[in-house]
């Protein structure tokens, strides 16, 4: 918007006088001449001539109202623009996530978005270490941590569990025959694929579903990457064992392809942040976007 002094200059200017200017604007004429006065000692020119007849503009009254006219049209185009997002949401919408959660979930969600709403532009990028969590221009990041220490906004939107499995192929490679009964004494021997970022000894915390008893133990790792996808390619072509989301080895565990390993116990859930740079003030893209990617997993 424009200021208050500019916008009272252009209805003196256009109304020809200071008791038409403050009818228009609702405002006293004293008040109406004040903001002229203001404006004329900020701006150090005179603007309006004020005689005991008539007001009459200046030259330099005559170009300066030009050019507040032209940022009046376009301070009005801007909030008419903006109305529209807001009844209909418009525009690139840049969404980062790790690669499994990216191309399992965030794409497929959002892609159905767009589906809806054709002038939404959205724009994925894989994001699977969090130590930079938020790139330049990205709208949304989806991490699986929460940032405690960060000017960006961040809720929770879904949680997932990590399940430890391996190929029926790599265990028969280790001459153990028995698919559903694997000790842990047999399989912490094998190679071990772990997050490029942690520790090469893997902790793992778990607990028995029924019993809720836990279960601790570590296990040294052989194998490194920084992608779940990758991770999940590995593994399923007998590289080794490893702890992958529930949503990338679902239908691997149904179809036989992947074993789960001690499938009496699970690991604690992992929660997943929806976090943005926008604090209190949404745009619309993005708002709409938030909405739909709760409940994610």
Request: with cysteine; hydrophobic share 40%.
């Amino acid at each position: 918007m424009l200021d208050k002094r500019v916008l009272t200059f252009i209805r003196i200017y256009e109304c020809g006088s200071l008791t038409a200017a403050a009818t228009s604007l609702r405002l006293s004429v004293s008040v109406v001449g004040n903001h002229l006065q203001h404006l004329e000692n900020e701006l150090g020119i005179k603007l309006i001539l004020r005689t005991t007849r008539k007001l009459m503009p200046t030259s330099a009254g005559a170009t300066f109202y030009q050019a507040c006219k032209r940022l009046e049209k376009e301070a009005s185009h801007a909030l008419e623009e903006l109305s529209k997002e807001a009844i209909e949401p418009s525009g690139r919408i840049t969404i980062s996530a790790p690669s499994g959660l990216l191309e399992q979930a965030v794409t497929p969600i959002i892609s159905n978005l767009a589906e809806k709403h054709p002038k939404l532009k959205p724009a994925f990028i894989t994001q699977d270490n969090s130590s930079k969590i938020l790139q330049d221009d990205v709208d949304i990041a989806i991490s699986v941590c929460e940032l405690k220490d960060s000017d960006l906004k961040s809720f929770r939107i879904g949680s997932f569990r990590r399940i430890l499995c391996v190929s029926p192929n790599y265990i028969k490679s280790r001459k153990h025959m028995d698919m559903n009964n694997i000790p842990l004494e047999v399989f912490r021997n094998w190679d071990h694929l772990a997050p490029t970022w942690k520790d090469p000894v893997f902790n793992y915390n778990m607990t028995h579903i029924e019993t809720g008893d836990p279960l601790q133990f570590t296990i040294e790792s052989t194998r490194f990457t920084n992608t779940t996808l990758s991770a999940h390619a590995l593994i399923l072509n007998n590289g080794g064992i490893a702890a992958l989301p529930d949503y990338v080895v679902k239908d691997d565990l149904k179809t036989g392809k992947l074993v789960r390993l001690l499938p009496d116990y699970q690991l604690t859930k992992t929660p997943v942040y929806a976090c943005h740079p926008y604090g209190n003030q949404i745009p619309a893209r993005v708002r709409l976007c938030l909405v739909a990617l709760t409940g994610l997993v």
